[in-house]
């Protein structure tokens, strides 16, 4: 299994508040993402990151910053949260040859009220 | 619109039976396809993938098929086995440069293999 921890897994919190979600990897690799999962829409993109610094918007990163100033770490930060944000967050990291294929981290379940 | 398409929200399979589970797409630009599955309460777990040069890739239980004049891809399991009960997403990747690849999710299909 890839070395990726997550946290905190859960979180509830309200409408308005700023929230940060971390991604820990132990692999050393370049590549990192953030996505989320919602019913009826499988995972989108959020964010990317192909090196320390160095980011890129996926399919629905409005409302949503990251940032990496570490390889093994990459953090999601929801500057006001909103409850369209309520949802499964997952953040995935590439091997540095076969960047095609993901691994992903066991999640966080974020609950905005 | 969806680039990525999983028509079929379930699937339920008698244990030992072959499961077949159907992805179609839309952009011919993709690169690879990729299955991921999936268990409640945790993140995807890479199955398989195939290249968009090949049409057939097989790991054990599991074999992909690509059809490009159809757009199309199956994921074949046999034998099924109750541990393989999962949600299954299709995933096909895009080259976004910096050799990153943006990975494209379809919305995912439940098998149930029933023993």
């Known amino acids: 299994d890839a070395g990726i921890t997550q946290s905190p897994r859960h979180k509830v919190t309200e409408t308005g508040t700023p929230v940060t979600l971390r991604c820990h990897q132990t692999e050393n690799h370049r590549y990192m993402y953030w996505y989320r999962q919602d019913p009826g829409h499988g995972l989108r993109l959020i964010h990317y990151s192909y090196g320390v610094k160095d980011t890129d918007k996926g399919e629905v990163s409005d409302g949503y910053s990251v940032s990496r100033s570490k390889t093994e770490d990459f953090l999601l930060t929801l500057e006001s949260a909103t409850s369209s944000q309520t949802s499964v967050y997952f953040c995935?990291?590439?091997?540095?040859?076969?960047?095609?294929?993901?691994?992903f981290g066991p999640g966080t379940r974020l609950t905005v009220l | 619109d969806q680039q990525v398409k999983q028509n079929s929200p379930s699937l339920s399979v008698q244990e030992g039976r072959i499961s077949i589970l159907n992805c179609d797409y839309t952009?011919?630009?993709?690169?690879?396809f990729l299955w991921y599955k999936k268990y409640p309460a945790e993140g995807p777990t890479f199955l398989i993938s195939?290249?968009?040069?090949?049409d057939k890739n097989e790991d054990g239980r599991f074999t992909v098929f690509l059809n490009k004049s159809a757009k199309h891809l199956s994921l074949h399991i046999v034998p099924s086995q109750p541990g393989d009960s999962a949600v299954y997403f299709c995933a096909a990747t895009l080259y976004s440069g910096a050799g990153s690849y943006q990975l494209t999710f379809g919305k995912g299909t439940k098998l149930s293999v029933i023993p």
């Open positions: 952009n011919s630009m993709f690169d690879y």
């Open positions: 195939i290249s968009s040069i090949k």
């Open positions: 995935a990291i590439s091997e540095p040859i076969r960047t095609d294929t993901q691994y």
